[in-house]
């Protein structure tokens, strides 16, 4: 079976890091552009950041540009999301899901785009 798994959330203190990873069991993820989504309480599942097939391209939300990395290490078929200063409005459940259908170098964080999903991490931001 194909799957995607999130690891790395927990509970974190405002101003704090964590670090996410993506992980494809029976999925090559060099395969896939990756986007990793958040879905706060209450609230509908948004983009926070993506990244191309090739690693060279990225895109970030507006709020989280500047405070998370997202990178990929195709050898180890992992991708990350380093976020540094967390707020308390970032708490949530965290996703990345995949999307083969453009070229090498595509990449957005718009939720339409992408066809398959992980389970999701908890991300807790509070003290």
């Known amino acids: 079976q194909l799957h995607l798994v999130e690891s790395g959330g927990g509970l974190v203190q405002p101003g704090g890091s964590l670090r996410l990873s993506c992980a494809g069991s029976g999925l090559g993820l060099v395969n896939y552009a990756i986007g990793w989504f958040r879905q706060a309480p209450g609230k509908e599942r948004e983009g926070v950041a993506s990244?191309?097939?090739?690693?060279?391209?990225?895109n970030y939300a507006d709020s989280e540009r500047g405070r998370f990395t997202i990178s990929r290490d195709n050898a180890k078929n992992l991708v990350y999301l380093e976020m540094n200063n967390l707020k308390p409005d970032e708490t949530g459940v965290y996703y990345c899901?995949?999307?083969?259908?453009?070229?090498?170098?595509?990449?957005?964080?718009?939720?339409?785009?992408?066809?398959?999903w992980g389970q999701g991490a908890q991300v807790t931001v509070s003290t």
């Open positions: 990244i191309s097939r090739d690693g060279t391209n990225r």
């Open positions: 899901a995949t999307n083969a259908g453009y070229g090498s170098r595509w990449t957005s964080t718009s939720e339409s785009t992408y066809g398959f």
